[in-house]
């Protein structure tokens, strides 16, 4: 199994509500990333975790949470949200952790589009 | 991103014809340059990629050379097909833990 896959595909929320993105992976993979996409951009990192553990944070602002339950698992929770974050999100994993010179894999993402 | 340049931001060829896409990135301790590629609405796949112990790298009609020297790297596609028209993403590692990737080519492919 070569896949990285994303739910939901497309989420609408609003401001004031919470919503959780969610990603996995059965490569064995010990790294999973969070990029944020803008139309007609390249992909931005948003958070890398290595083994579980959340290694690296772009100073994304706190309205964005992320959460490796598992090593197969990623999430990100989403609050309170405007309009400006609305992108797409892409999952990603990788062989090694804490590092990034191996190929990494993506999730189809999921189009976020907050009203 | 900002530590990785990629010209040229639109490029238009005839089918058959070959395209060229340039990267020049900053950190001169990277050793990994992966070239993505990206079809509408559909998430970056990896078409080919270099480490920096070769400098040049094939795999049938797309071929990567990398010059560490001068820190840039190139993605060949040759006999181009109106399927190769997508966005064309060069990515490098910033401070060994960063992925960044360059602002895309969008290459069309005219029939």
């Known amino acids: 199994d070569t896949e990285v896959t994303q739910t939901p595909k497309h989420l609408v929320m609003g401001m004031t509500n919470k919503k959780s993105l969610k990603c996995e992976q059965h490569m064995g993979h010990r790294a999973m990333y969070w990029y944020k996409q803008k139309a007609k951009k390249p992909p931005e990192l948003m958070f890398v975790y290595s083994y579980e553990k959340l290694s690296i944070n772009e100073s994304v602002p706190s309205r964005f949470s992320p959460e490796c339950p598992n090593s197969s698992l990623l999430n990100l929770h989403l609050h309170a949200l405007q309009p400006e974050d609305s992108a797409l999100y892409l999952c990603?994993?990788?062989?090694?952790?804490?590092?990034?010179?191996?190929?990494?894999?993506f999730g189809p993402g999921t189009r976020l589009t907050v009203t | 991103g900002e530590n990785v340049e990629q010209h040229p931001s639109t490029l238009s060829v005839q089918e058959g014809d070959s395209a060229v896409i340039k990267c020049t990135y900053s950190d001169s301790a990277s050793n990994y340059f992966p070239w993505y590629k990206q079809e509408l609405g559909k998430r970056p796949q990896l078409i080919i990629d270099?480490?920096?112990?070769?400098g040049e790298k094939k795999d049938q009609r797309i071929a990567v050379t990398l010059n560490k020297t001068a820190k840039h790297f190139s993605l060949h596609i040759t006999e181009t097909q109106p399927e190769d028209s997508a966005v064309y993403f060069c990515?490098?590692?910033?401070?060994?833990?960063?992925?960044?990737f360059g602002a895309g080519t969008r290459l069309t492919v005219k029939p």
């Open positions: 270099i480490r920096s112990n070769v």
């Open positions: 990515a490098a590692p910033y401070n060994n833990n960063d992925m960044r």
């Open positions: 990603a994993s990788s062989q090694v952790p804490a590092g990034i010179t191996y190929e990494q894999y």
